[in-house]
């Protein structure tokens, strides 16, 4: 809701957060870089305008963040210190950004979790668990896979 994009909210540290002004100051991203042969590894930079920019905080960003920063302190004061990452691992690493956006889909029903395809050898037809809420399969693999907890034959 505040217009960042994956890669500027997983560099935001807490000095670039201020939460009685509610502003937040984007200074960097942090993005994965993928060499054949070599794995891969994340860098931080500046955004991808190439500028800082301030972006506003509504009242109840603001109080979810004094929630968060409190729930980080109890875990360790490393975390909430001024080069800490808001959103960071439990040890104050860099989140992966594929997988914070994997988990946003299925937490939001855009995809299903990965245990809830069953196949079935017998009938030769797969079953989606429906968890939490429905969510669907893209077109492409509609014929394959189901939809929102039916089963459908496999071509």
């Given at each position: 809701?505040?217009?960042?994009r994956?890669?500027?909210?997983?560099?935001?540290?807490?000095?670039?957060?201020?939460?009685?002004?509610g502003t937040?100051s984007?200074?960097?991203?942090?993005?994965l870089?993928k060499?054949?042969?070599?794995?891969e590894?994340?860098?931080f930079g500046?955004?991808?305008s190439?500028?800082?920019?301030?972006?506003?905080?509504d009242?109840?960003?603001?109080?979810v963040?004094?929630?968060?920063?409190?729930h980080?302190?109890?875990?360790?004061?490393?975390?909430v210190?001024d080069?800490?990452?808001?959103?960071?691992?439990?040890?104050?690493?860099?989140?992966?950004p594929?997988?914070?956006?994997?988990?946003f889909?299925?937490?939001?029903g855009?995809?299903?979790?990965?245990?809830?395809k069953?196949r079935?050898?017998?009938?030769?037809?797969?079953?989606?668990?429906?968890?939490?809420q429905p969510?669907?399969?893209p077109?492409?693999?509609?014929?394959?896979?189901?939809?929102?907890?039916?089963?459908?034959?496999?071509r």
């Open positions: 809701m505040t217009g960042l994956r890669g500027e909210a997983l560099a935001l540290r807490w000095s670039d957060v201020d939460l009685d002004a937040a984007v200074r960097r991203t942090v993005a870089i060499v054949k042969g070599h794995g590894r994340m860098v500046p955004p991808k190439g500028r800082p920019r301030v972006i506003d905080l009242a109840q960003m603001v109080a963040l004094r929630a968060h920063r409190l980080r302190a109890t875990l360790s004061l490393s975390l210190r080069e800490a990452l808001v959103l960071a691992r439990a040890d104050g690493g860099v989140l992966h594929e997988r914070v956006s994997r988990t889909q299925i937490a939001s855009l995809r299903a979790p990965p245990s809830a069953m079935c050898r017998r009938f030769g037809f797969t079953i989606c668990a429906t968890f939490m969510f669907s399969w077109q492409a693999s509609r014929s394959k896979w189901c939809l929102n907890g039916s089963a459908t034959p496999r």
